[in-house]
T-cell receptor
Framework: AQTVTQSQPEMSVQEAETVTLSCTYD???????LFWYKQPPSRQMILVIR??????QNATENRFSVNFQKAAKSFSLKISDSQLGDAAMYFC??????????FGQGTRLTINP | DTGVSQDPRHKITKRGQNVTFRCDPI?????LYWYRQTLGQGPEFLTY????????KSRLLSDRFSAERPKGSFSTLEIQRTEQGDSAMYLC??????????????FGPGTRLTVL
């Protein structure tokens, strides 16, 4: 069974600054994917970024990038140039094949103007 | 290009009543997932379909819960004899199977259930 730990229940950052959200997971799978989703106050879950575990190169999507350490089973999300619209709950979730996503407890990110 | 839609968005019911939720996935998506999210927690998997076949069910899905996807398009989730512990947000997601690998799941806005 997979477990996911997001050790930061809340984080805050000044607008335009950089923030890193941490995530560790435990899995016995060798081939899997990792996702970060955000859930703004309107509560619709939105995909932020995905990482294939077999790829050594860290995924990047505009201001969002990951630091994937497969041996350490760590998958952190870096948000650069934080914007007010980045305020949300952020969930880390590993998944494999057609199987369910296993979500962490989430990190609530606040952006201070 | 419409996303995943869910109906109703909110449902208030009395304990013991039956409720049914509907999810319409992104068109042509062959996989459909149901999750439950309680306040302050991450979503928890309930069940998923590939086309019309229900391929996995969580132990969270008690006998009072049933899900269907009769024609491989929309899905319904029914809860019979609701209990206060069923109060939660019920999320639906869909994805397009591309063979090997994990397809990305796209989520709907959810149905918030309140059981009085």
């Amino acid at each position: 069974a997979q477990t996911v730990t997001q050790s930061q229940p809340e984080m805050s950052v000044q607008e335009a600054e950089t923030v890193t959200l941490s995530c560790t997971y435990d899995t016995s799978e060798s081939d899997y994917y990792l996702f970060w989703y955000k859930q703004p106050p309107s509560r619709q879950m939105i995909l932020v970024i995905r990482q294939e575990a077999y790829k050594q190169q860290n995924a990047t999507e505009n201001r969002f990038s990951v630091n994937f350490q497969k041996a350490a089973k760590s998958f952190s999300l870096k948000i650069s140039d934080s914007q007010l619209g980045d305020a949300a709950m952020y969930f880390c979730a590993p998944g494999r094949g057609a199987q369910k996503l296993v979500f962490g407890q989430g990190t609530r990110l606040t952006i201070n103007p | 290009d419409t996303g995943v839609s869910q109906d109703p968005r909110h449902k208030i019911t009395k304990r013991g009543q039956n409720v049914t939720f509907r999810c319409d996935p992104i068109s042509e998506h062959n996989r459909l997932y149901w999750y439950r999210q309680t306040l302050g927690q991450g979503p928890e998997f309930l069940t998923y379909f590939q086309n019309e076949a229900q391929l996995e069910k969580s132990r969270l899905l008690s006998d009072r819960f049933s899900a269907e996807r009769p024609k491989g398009s929309f899905s319904t989730l029914e809860i019979q004899r609701t209990e206060q512990g069923d109060s939660a947000m019920y999320l639906c997601a869909s994805s397009l199977a591309r063979g090997h690998g994990t397809d990305t799941q796209y989520f709907g806005p959810g149905t918030r259930l309140t059981v009085l």
